[in-house]
T-cell receptor, first 117, second 110 residues
C-alpha cells in the first residue's frame, strides 16, 4: 500500500531533550516536506527536499533540522525542543509535475502530535 | 509566505453552494486544494497550473486567475461529506516551496 509513515504518532517530552520524528515513503517520490499545524495558523512549511541531499528552508525552520540521505526517508530533528514547538506535525511527499516544474499531489502522513513541557 | 483564504468559516445547509477564495502576493505557478477532516491528514482535491485552467470533478471545481494570483474553489449542491477544513496551497514561479493558507472551515448541516 502506498503510504507515508511517521513515527512517533504521539510524544510528550521535556524542554531540551533532543528528539527525531521519522518519515518514510514507499512511492519513490522525489519531493518531501515537513509542516506544522497549529490552531488558527493553518499548515506552515518547516523544510522541504527536492531530492537526496537537496533541502531548503520553509517559512518556519527555526529550531528544526532535517536530512535527506536516502530518497525514502526525511527525518525531522529537534535538537533542543522548546514549548513553542508543541504542535501537530505532518510529513508529506509527492512526485514532480511533468518537466519537473512544480510539485504534484501531496500525500500526507497521519501526523505526529508533539508536546514539549 | 502564506496565501490568504476567505472566508475563515462558512455554514451551509445541504444542497447549498459555497465559494472559497485564495489569493497570493507572489507570481504563482500552481495552486493546490486540500480538504482535512477533523483528526485526519489533509487529502488532495486538485491542482491548477498557470494558464487559468479550470478543473473539477463531480460537484467540486476550481479556477485560477494568474493575472490576479487568485484561485477559487466552488462547491455546488453541498453534501454532508463536504464538511471539513479546506486549504489552498500555492507554489511560486521561483521555487518548490508549497505554502498553505490558514484554512476555511466548512460545515454542512442537514
Amino acid at each position: 500500500e502506498a503510504q507515508v509513515t511517521q513515527n512517533p504518532r504521539y510524544l510528550i517530552t521535556v524542554t531540551g531533550k533532543k528528539l527525531t520524528v521519522t518519515c518514510s515513503q514507499n512511492m519513490n517520490h522525489e519531493y518531501m516536506s515537513w509542516y506544522r499545524q497549529d490552531p488558527g495558523l493553518g499548515l506552515r512549511q518547516i523544510y522541504y527536499s527536492m531530492n537526496v541531499e537537496v533541502t531548503d528552508k520553509g517559512d518556519v525552520p527555526e529550531g528544526y533540522k532535517v536530512s535527506r540521505k536516502e530518497k525514502r526517508n526525511f527525518p525531522l530533528i529537534l535538537e533542543s525542543p522548546s514549548p513553542n514547538q508543541t504542535s501537530l506535525y505532518f510529513c508529506a511527499s509527492s512526485l514532480f509535475l511533468q518537466g519537473g516544474l512544480g510539485t504534484g499531489e501531496l500525500f500526507f502522513g497521519e501526523g505526529s502530535r508533539l508536546t514539549v513541557l | 509566505q502564506q496565501p490568504v483564504q476567505s472566508p475563515q468559516a462558512v455554514i451551509l445547509r445541504e444542497g447549498e453552494d459555497a465559494v472559497i477564495n485564495c489569493s497570493s502576493s507572489k507570481a504563482l505557478y500552481s495552486v493546490h486544494w486540500y480538504r482535512q477532516k477533523h483528526g485526519e491528514a489533509p487529502v488532495f482535491l486538485m491542482i491548477l497550473l498557470k494558464g487559468g485552467e479550470q478543473k473539477g470533478h463531480e460537484k467540486i471545481s476550481a479556477s485560477f486567475n494568474e493575472k490576479k494570483q487568485q484561485s477559487s474553489l466552488y462547491l455546488t449542491a453541498s453534501q454532508l461529506s463536504y464538511s471539513g477544513t479546506y486549504f489552498c496551497g500555492t507554489e511560486a514561479d521561483s521555487g518548490y516551496a508549497l505554502n498553505f493558507g490558514k484554512g476555511t472551515s466548512l460545515l454542512v448541516t442537514p
